[in-house]
């Protein structure tokens, strides 16, 4: 009942922030809808067979105990299909989240993914069946299990970043009540980002407003984090020796309610955000209420930021979460509904961005 009352005022106070979000002239380019597993919240750009292809990782979110699924998008014809794993341990209940891919020794790829692990009883353990980073190889049309890396530090993980070696970042996005009700309000400042070494864990920042993507610029040695509760994205100077991180530096600010990082071209990132963030809480209650998407486009080193999409959710996407631009064709993901939604920008002049207008 406490929690109940807790999360209510949680709500009542996220509504009297919302006022100040941003407004956007709706993008109506032509859209599609590619349908795969529910909640494909990340995906990543691939190449199986010399084709580009999209990987996602799909969870149902909104319902405790279902397991989660690999999807594979042929966006040579945006034909989705299931992939099969193979060869994880014995009781493995795999609930994806955020994931990162890199190139192998074989030519082919591994994927780094977050696993919300727990027992058949949908008891949290340790392990598998707690918080931990699993890892698979492409090989011969499935993904094979390789291992997974756990540590108490993994508190609550959102997303990672995976460099060429093999270590990686991770952003704990929250903790448990009663700290997590006070960051979903702003109170404070507890998010954190770890990093594994190949050898050991290691807490490298911390103080962060409910940390959510991350991406790493090795042409500047960089790590950028957005964050879920303020709409910042922050910036680090990466130590390439100890992977440490210094020099925090506000990079862009009021970007609303950010979510995941995805490549483009060695200039530019796009980044997926909530465009309100009472309605997003209020979506993943119930998906009657609509939580509109915006996709920003970063110029990172011309430190400026501007939007390409948006829209109002409603029969579109929904709490859109990862947008990756290929071949003219903006793909996003989302948290909870089970599609992907494909808008087609092959008329759109990128030169140009829409205008925005704030609110008063």
Known sequence: MFYRQLLWIILSSLL???????????????RNQIVVGAGPEDMELVTVNEQSHLLVSCLERRSKG????????????????????????MGLIFRPHGLSTIKNDTGSFDVYVIHHGQHGDGNVGEGIYGHAILV??????????????????????????????????????????????????G??????????NNEKWSKVAEG???????????????????????????????NVKTGGLSEKRLLFDNI?????????????????S????????????????????????IHWREKRIDPIYYNKGGDSINGGSTAILHNNKLYI???FAPFIEVVDLRHRDFSTSYQERRSN
């Open 256 to 272: 609303n309610s950010g979510d995941n990082f995805s490549y483009y071209d060695k200039d530019t990132l796009l980044l997926t």
């Open 136 to 185: 698979y190889e492409w090989k011969d049309g499935f993904l094979h299990y390789k291992r997974a890396y756990y540590d108490s530090l993994l508190v609550n993980p959102n997303d990672l970043f995976v460099l060429e070696n093999g270590s990686f970042y991770v952003t704990n996005a929250y903790f448990n009540p009663p700290v997590g009700f006070c960051q979903l309000l």
């Open 208 to 238: 962060l407003e409910y940390a959510n993507g991350v991406h790493y610029l090795p042409q500047s040695k960089e790590i950028l984090i957005s964050t879920s509760v303020s709409g910042n994205v922050w910036s680090y100077k990466r």
């Open 66 to 89: 279902y397991e989660g699924d690999f999807w594979l998008i042929d966006l040579a014809t945006d034909k989705p299909r299931r992939v099969e794993r193979r060869g994880e341990p």
């Open 16 to 30: 009297w922030v919302a006022c100040s979000t941003p407004k956007l002239v709706n993008h109506t380019a032509h």
């Open 333 to 335: 993901s989302q948290v």
């Open 274 to 297: 909530h465009a309100n963030g009472t309605k997003f809480t209020l979506h993943a209650i119930s998906p009657r209420v609509s939580s509109p998407t915006i996709v920003w486009r």
């Open 187 to 196: 109170i404070c400042e507890r998010s954190t980002v770890v990093y594994f």
